[in-house]
């Protein structure tokens, strides 16, 4: 089993920034590969962001490219996601997710732990 805690979300104006972090314990965190998914009201949960065991290799959804880092520390298993140029569209639940494996993933059927999300709000 892989428990995952994110934190960070909150409320930020257009244009602002956010870190979100997301703590995992139980197993070999560096076994696994790491993904960011996001939820708004009434849409399916999407893609944001995936890293590799290792840190090696990233993926971004478009929308998401150039503004949104994601980084790994592996000795304190820790996943972020780094935010900036954020928009009102950005406005959902962020989801953290560990995947089997060494490989990224972008499909959320790939994931089999979650974290229970945080929020994030983002004001024109």
């Known amino acids: 089993q892989v428990q995952l805690v994110e934190s960070g979300g909150g409320l930020v104006q257009a244009g602002g920034s956010l870190r979100l972090s997301c703590a995992a314990s139980?197993?070999?965190?560096?076994?696994?590969?790491m993904g960011w998914f996001r939820q708004a009201p009434g849409k399916e949960r999407e893609f944001v962001s995936a890293?590799?065991?290792?840190?090696?290799?990233?993926d971004y959804a478009d929308s998401v490219k150039g503004r949104f880092t994601i980084s790994r520390d592996n000795a304190k298993n820790t996943v972020y996601l780094h935010m900036n140029s954020l928009k009102p569209e950005n406005t959902a639940v962020y989801y953290c997710a560990a995947k089997g494996g060494l490989r990224v993933g972008v499909r959320p059927g790939e994931y089999g732990y979650w974290g229970q999300g945080t929020q994030v709000t983002v004001s024109s």
């Open positions: 139980g197993r070999t965190f560096s076994n696994y590969a």
């Open positions: 890293i590799s065991w290792s840190g090696g290799s990233t």
